[in-house]
């Protein structure tokens, strides 16, 4: 046993990830971190501790077991740190990249205390792509339930959800309207920060689990909820549909040409590939002027998508402070690399039009902070006289979205005041044996916590269909006939094996 | 359980109605179970294509088909007139999306279509016939050989007013002109339905106005996903904004903002222009005999795609 660590032994400077030049980057599609290469990689796991506290575990929407897979990478056991990672979490690749890991794991690290916190969820995605690129899949030991699972959304919380209910046996069918999976994943984060390979290699492996997609199916409409539940024959049905329905400000101008929702745009670049016009036939003019309103993650998207369409200057316009911003810190840092100009305490009130109906300006003022909100952030409030004008050629609004209307309108689904489903602390709704998670219950958050309602409501699903609750559940590495005992694998040595009729 | 099995979107029919307009049968058979008058769907023809929206113009639960009825006015539209074939597949079709119309009990309504209109109002006349309702059919084409799906109508609706520009079938006059006949004829018209490209129905609108007869019109702007997620759907109705998609199509009428709705219709015109010279001139180097140019549009092409 090595002698223990301190903060004094560790080395001291977090590592840094390569990433493609701002300038360069600005103009491509292309991922911008490049992530660990093995060396870096021990090098941060070597940053760990190994407190006995864990904070980052309690600090992680699901749970995972972090100083467990950073030990298997120090002692370069790299498949193991695999296993542990996925015990909880199917999607590694993803949520390395996306998480909000400042707010989350690394925000509560023992070493963040003293010095820069250990990079988490580069370690993760660290593991995550090499689990791809060497093409290792946890396909754990399944035993038919003999239960049917629906899930509404191949969205993170439908995805989460699925696993854990086909780990648990059950026979699942996701439905998604669009005509590919991923929900959000693919239709809003761009490929510079998620590339579509990996998303889709991560589908792959929730294929394997026997999970099957259904492409091209608007629930609620094609068949509705209670439909599901009743004639189709599901026993448990998870809806996770997203929040959906892009807000506007309803301040004058809205209906001008080149103005769009962020959800429009990143749909049509993304998704719809109209970066890759004509190639692929959605169109999308891009704007030589952008402004962007509002400062989340998408708010960084929209901006940063854009300036890669060819824009000759991307504005962002938000009311409040920098401190405010709600998107993760790294990708405000990696705009403004890029070259985004940013606008805070400042809020647009007019957009002005040209003869051809396009926008050509937006009318602004400036804000300054008074008096905490509810929220607790400092209310902005506008300076009188200091109006002024952003020429610009396409507006995009970033500033939130309110809930999908469509299942409120087709079933019998309990909604809250803001048209949200409405669930129990178990994500049970008003439908007996219909669960829900994810935007579409909480508003718009983020992919992890999504994932993390999606695990939440499995846990309630197993629950309510009498089903063990069989997290960490892996076949041995090797099929190694030793490992097995009575034609019964290692990992399953303790389960009882009962079947109710 | 019912099986759900992946459909394939297989065209199992096709007519062509005249050179620009031709319809398409194609096999779905849980969502014509499910379609309703008032709904349409996104197609997209390949994996490469745009998403569009296509109003539903018939369905036939029994054999499992939908029915559309297209009109090549931009890229994507031609290429699907000379790809879509009996015996081959769109890429994708996803719906049906939107609110049903709402059809009531109602005892004397007058249901207006009006070029590519023509064919989405079908279900909403017998929808209403269906429902007891006395149906008045108010049909516009330019010209007599546009002239489609007469009989159809006809077995459905307890009169019918046929239009065109030139007289050359029916009354002589646009589509307002049948609704004022209509009027003049029956005092006691409940509800107008009416279905066409927007300057058509804003002319119907205006047409009923005055007689304070309540007129539905089904509106077709420019959307994505066609589930609520762009926005890029978005009408002025009265002093709100809706989202065509999830919270129409059916609106009324009266308090439809006609002139933002064409504004915004023309907003991607320079690459829909792009992507048709494109496509007619790949036509033109494959000798193909689509190569032709389009007619220019008028008002008849109902601006329903992206492309």
């Known amino acids: 046993m090595a002698k223990k660590k301190t903060i004094r032994t560790i080395p001291q400077e977090r590592t840094p990830a390569q990433e493609q030049d701002p300038r360069e980057r600005a103009r491509n599609f292309l991922e911008v971190s490049l992530g660990y290469r093995l060396e870096e990689a021990l090098v941060e796991a070597d940053r760990c501790l190994q407190c006995a506290d864990e904070p980052c575990v309690r600090g992680c929407p699901v749970g995972i077991d972090i100083p467990g897979f950073i030990r298997k990478i120090t002692e370069k056991h790299y498949h193991g740190a695999y296993d542990i990672l996925t015990d909880t979490n199917l999607l590694p690749s993803i949520c390395g990249r996306v998480c909000p890991q400042e707010n989350q794991c690394e925000g509560v690290c023992t070493v963040g205390e003293t010095l820069e916190p250990v990079a988490i969820g580069r370690l993760e995605r660290f593991v995550g792509d090499l689990a791809i690129k060497e093409g290792w899949a946890n396909i754990p030991y399944i035993e038919p339930s003999g239960h049917r699972v629906g899930i509404v959304g191949a969205g993170p919380a439908g995805m989460a959800c699925a696993a854990d209910m086909a780990k648990a046996g059950c026979e699942v069918v996701v439905y998604e309207a669009f005509h590919q999976p991923g929900g959000v994943l693919k239709y809003g984060i761009p490929d510079f920060r998620l590339p579509n390979e990996v998303i889709d290699a991560e589908i792959e492996k929730l294929r394997k689990l026997g999970i099957r997609f259904e492409c091209n199916t608007l629930v609620g409409r094609l068949f509705t909820i209670e439909q599901m539940v009743t004639e189709m024959g599901f026993h448990a049905v998870f809806v996770g549909t997203g929040a959906g329905y892009p807000s506007f400000m309803g301040i004058p101008g809205e209906s001008l040409n080149g103005v769009l929702s962020a959800n429009e745009l990143l749909t049509r670049a993304n998704l719809m590939r109209a970066r890759d016009f004509p190639s692929f036939d959605t169109p999308l003019q891009p704007g030589k002027r952008v402004t962007v309103i509002g400062a989340g993650n998408t708010a960084m998207d929209a901006m940063r998508v854009s300036m890669r369409l060819g824009a000759e200057k991307v504005f962002c316009v938000y009311r409040r402070s920098k401190a405010e911003a709600p998107a993760r810190a790294e990708e405000v840092h990696h705009a403004e690399e890029e070259g985004i100009e940013f606008n805070w305490l400042t809020s647009p009130i007019e957009l002005l039009g040209d003869a051809s109906n396009a926008v050509r300006a937006m009318r602004c003022v400036r804000m300054e902070l008074g008096e905490p909100d509810d929220s607790g952030r400092r209310r902005p409030v506008p300076v009188p006289g200091s109006e002024f004008e952003i020429e610009t050629d396409m507006v995009v609004f970033a500033i939130g979205t309110n809930a999908n209307p469509i299942l409120g309108q087709t079933s019998g689904l309990k909604l809250n005041k803001w048209g949200y489903i409405q669930t129990d602390d178990s994500l049970a709704t008003s439908i007996a044996g219909v669960y829900a998670g994810g935007d579409i219950v909480t508003g718009a958050a983020t992919v992890i916590q999504a994932m993390g309602a999606g695990r939440k409501a499995a846990r309630a699903m197993k629950a309510y269909l009498g089903l063990r609750d069989s997290d960490c559940v892996y076949t041995p590495d090797t099929d190694d006939p030793a490992g097995r005992r009575f034609g019964i694998p290692a990992a399953e040595h303790n389960f009882a094996r009962v079947r109710l009729a | ?307």
């Open chain 2, 1 to 307: 359980m019912q099986s759900v099995a992946t459909p394939s979107f297989e065209i199992v029919s096709r007519e062509d109605f005249s050179d620009v307009t031709y319809l398409l049968e194609v096999r779905h058979p849980m969502l014509a179970k499910a379609a309703r008058a008032g709904q349409f769907v996104i197609v997209m023809e390949h994996e490469h294509g745009e998403r569009i929206p296509l109003t539903i113009a018939d369905y036939d639960r029994e054999a499992g088909t939908i029915t559309l009825v297209i009109q090549a006015v931009g890229k994507t539209t031609r290429e699907m007139q000379a790809n879509c074939r009996v015996g081959t597949s769109l890429f994708a079709v996803v719906g049906p999306m939107g609110i049903p119309s709402h059809i009531g009990a109602k005892k004397k309504v007058m249901c207006v279509g009006g070029g590519l209109g023509v064919a989405p109002i079908f279900p909403q006349a017998r929808a209403y016939k269906e429902s007891g309702a006395y149906v008045i059919g108010v049909l516009g084409f330019r010209n007599r050989d546009l002239v489609f799906w007469e009989d159809k109508f006809r077995s459905w609706c307890d009169e019918l007013i046929l239009c065109t520009d030139d007289g050359s079938a029916g009354i002589k006059g646009l589509v307002t002109e049948g609704i004022r006949q209509a009027i003049a004829r029956h005092g006691d018209i409940e509800e107008v339905v009416a279905i066409g490209p927007p300057i058509m129905m804003k002319g119907c609108a205006e047409a009923t106005r005055p007689h304070k007869i309540r007129t539905m019109v089904s509106l077709n702007p420019v959307m994505v996903d066609g589930t609520g997620m762009c926005g890029g759907c978005r009408v002025k109705i009265g002093e709100t904004v809706k989202f065509a998609c999830v919270d129409g199509p059916d609106f009324d009428g009266h308090l439809v903002d006609f002139d933002d709705l064409m504004a915004r219709l023309g907003r991607y015109k320079v690459a829909e222009k792009e992507a048709l010279e494109r496509f007619n001139e790949s036509c033109r180097i494959r000798g193909g005999a689509e190569g032709t140019e389009p007619e220019p549009a008028t008002v008849d092409d109902r601006p329903s795609t992206d492309g």
